[in-house]
């Protein structure tokens, strides 16, 4: 059975940086697309080998996700970060072959959330 375990969530203040990661267990790694989502909102994905990343808008230039098949972990690093990033962050697995995915529902695999509060 494949589980997610996110970590690295925190309270921080606005403009410093944080990394989540996300560790898969219980099948191999790198048949998924991985993606990183705010509640069911779309953050950002990365594609089955890490050559292809996709983002929202508003991180566009802030968040970076990455992916190390070998430690079977996914990564989003956050720069300059402000109160309106506050939320639960959600990692996901995708089986799915097409890309981009950036639905909710064409994810199949969620983990427990990580929460992140930026102050002012």
């Known amino acids: 059975q494949v589980q997610l375990v996110e970590s690295g969530g925190g309270l921080v203040q606005a403009g410093v940086s944080l990394t989540l990661s996300c560790a898969l267990s219980?099948?191999?790694?790198?048949?998924?697309?991985m993606a990183w989502f705010r509640e069911r909102t779309f953050v950002a994905a990365i594609n089955w080998g890490g050559?292809?990343?996709v983002y929202t808008e508003s991180v566009k230039g802030r968040f970076t996700i990455s992916r190390d098949n070998a430690k079977n972990t996914v990564y989003l690093q956050m720069i300059s970060l402000k109160p309106e990033d506050t939320a639960v962050y959600y990692c996901?697995?995708?089986?799915?072959?097409?890309?981009?995915?950036?639905?909710?529902?064409?994810?199949?695999?969620w983990g427990q959330g990580t929460q992140v509060t930026v102050s002012s």
């Open positions: 996901a697995a995708s089986g799915g072959r097409h890309w981009p995915i950036k639905r909710a529902d064409e994810y199949d695999y």
């Open positions: 050559s292809e990343t």
């Open positions: 219980g099948d191999t790694f790198s048949r998924y697309a």
